[in-house]
């Protein structure tokens, strides 16, 4: 059996106690803390001596809160600031009226554990034979936060400017190996790797520009403040580097709420601001010993406004047929406080993932540690990496495709246009595979045509016909008129059916028998859950912690 435990009970229960702990007896709790700090405070250990938190309020709140409560300044941030308390300091900060949340500064890593080809990106590149017309990437900034990005021969002329946060002052240079992996996916030009064929190893958008963003060091480490700083200065040199699209290869387990954890309003704040934001969804799919875990979504992957992406196997082929979602692609549903719904889909759609070939360095940490999985191009060197951190760029390219075809489009019309064209993969269901398997071409077609009803539904991938599955999510209805898509009570495309505020159900969706939403959602057996989860082995994943018969993870567990 297993008991799902939901955090907001937690959360109850913990402050219930907070009357009468020894650590927070005399002051009220006022701010939004994620549990685990709460325990400390109610136990009255401390993690270490000095903790980094994160406080989102104004400067003339962080100036005085420093002052009042001797805490250190570690930085600032232009959603706040870090501060670096004791225990005690932070239940004083906690029980002050104008500290709304305190956050920890956790750490965030990347997510890495037959690409284009699979995707169909490469029948939508100019100078091929192709019904969508040429387009790639070109005029589209992205933000890599990253590793950093190092010199490699398929990235001359890509990378417009980089920006250290880990060290100040630096050069963005890659230590680690995995922001040049994931650079390579996004907007390499196979430049190293030519062959009588052409490049085996390609990005997506190899006409894209890449903006440098270093946010992890040469262990592939960061802080979540970091990555905050990171997507904060995208928002403001959008308009001067083009940017329109953020890569996020990384993360951590979610502990805080949805409602303030600092990278779920990081992102808010980037996609307000016009910026696709792609997220991996995690590694989190199974356990050491392969049981496989539900709802391992990992942040800022849970945020509703990101396009979360999980990772496709293709067993080596381009044809389709074959193609499975990885077993160590983290499922959805994504659940807690500050959502609409009591659950969220995701991932929100699925790309390869698996064994991809990408631009790397001999200098960094991967290639040093693991040689077994170099590869060597005429001109360049290349290795093979494994993950949803190598997924998440081929959606981030793929979106600047789109943005070519489509300069005007918003947020929600890219992310409705990349979801509602997927292939929905026979045997998962959407808590593993989102709307299903990324598909460029039909993307592409669909916000190029005047009237998407008009639009094609299938195209040839692999030498297999490849459908649409015409399902996606979305968060709000700010679907316009650039794609031909308006938000009624019933919009068709083909034979989708856009239903309500939040969700948008194609034609696989069985009413009555499969699922209800409204105030309760009913689940049904195969359309959410899919065919290929074993309940009694499952471990489910709650905001905070995992709960099976005799097992509770933490937010340390895990790797």
């Given amino acids: 059996m297993i008991n799902i435990v939901k955090r907001t009970t937690v959360l109850v229960s913990a402050l219930a106690l907070a009357c009468s702990a020894t650590a927070a007896s005399a002051q009220t709790l006022q701010a939004l803390l994620p549990i685990d700090l709460l325990q400390e405070l109610l136990t009255g250990r401390a993690v270490s001596a000095l903790t980094n938190v994160i406080v989102q309020e104004p400067q003339s709140v962080v100036d005085r809160l420093v002052a009042q409560y001797q805490c250190t300044l570690v930085k600032r941030m232009p959603s706040g600031a870090v501060l670096g308390c004791t225990l005690a300091e932070i239940a004083a900060l906690a029980a002050d009226s104008q500290v709304g949340t305190i956050a920890l500064d956790r750490p965030v890593i990347a997510m890495q554990s037959t690409d284009t080809q699979a995707t169909g990106a490469n029948l939508v590149w100019p100078g091929l034979a192709h019904l969508t017309g040429g387009v790639d990437g070109s005029g589209v900034g992205v933000a890599v936060i990253d590793s950093g990005i190092a010199p490699h021969v398929d990235l001359v002329g890509r990378v417009v400017t980089s920006v250290d946060f880990v060290t100040p002052g630096g050069a963005g240079s890659d230590g680690y190996g995995h922001g040049t992996h994931v650079a390579g996916l996004i907007a390499g030009s196979g430049a190293g790797n030519v062959g009588l064929l052409g490049p085996t190893y390609k990005g997506v958008a190899p006409g894209a520009s890449l903006i440098n963003l270093r946010v992890l060091d040469a262990n592939g480490v960061g802080l979540t403040s970091d990555v905050v700083d990171a997507l904060d200065w995208c928002v403001t040199n959008q308009a001067r580097y083009r940017i329109r699209v953020v890569n996020l290869s990384l993360g951590h387990l979610p502990v805080e709420a949805a409602s303030f954890d600092p990278l779920v309003l990081a992102v808010d704040r980037a996609v307000a601001a016009g910026i696709v934001v792609v997220a991996a969804a995690g590694n989190y799919g199974k356990l050491p010993n392969g049981t496989p875990v539900v709802g391992g979504i990992v942040t800022p992957g849970i945020a509703p406004h990101a396009i979360t992406v999980g990772a496709l196997n293709t067993h080596g082929t381009v044809n389709r047929a074959d193609d499975t979602v990885a077993t160590f692609s983290s499922r959805g549903p994504v659940t807690g406080p500050g959502r609409s719904t009591p659950w969220s889909i995701k991932p929100d759609l699925v790309a390869p993932g ?145 239903w309500g505020d939040t969700m948008v159900w194609g034609s696989a969706a069985v009413w009555g028998q499969t699922m209800v939403w409204g105030s309760t959602t009913v689940w049904g057996n195969t359309m959410v859950w899919g065919s290929t989860i074993i309940w009694s082995d499952t471990i489910i994943w709650s905001d905070t912690i995992i709960w099976s018969d005799t097992m509770v993870w933490g937010s340390t567990t895990g790797g």
Avoid: C, H
């Fill in 354 to 498: 698996n064994a991809l070939v990408s631009t790397e360095a001999p200098t960094t940490t991967l290639w040093q540690q693991y040689p077994q999985l170099r590869k060597y191009g005429l001109l360049g060197n290349y290795m093979t990496l494994s993950g949803t951190s190598m997924a998440a760029p081929l959606v981030a390219g793929a979106a600047a495709l789109v943005l070519q075809a489509q300069p005007s489009l918003t947020v929600s019309q890219v992310k409705f246009a990349l979801q509602v064209t997927a292939q929905l993969l026979t045997g998962p269901g959407l808590i593993e595979q989102g709307a299903g398997s990324l598909d460029v071409p039909l993307a592409v077609s669909f916000v190029r045509a005047r009237n998407p009803a008009s639009a094609p539904t299938s195209t040839v991938i692999g030498g297999g016909t490849v459908t649409a599955g015409g399902i996606a999510f979305l968060d709000d209805d700010s679907l316009a008129a650039s794609t031909g898509v308006q938000w009624s009570n019933a919009t068709l495309w083909g034979s989708t059916l856009v």
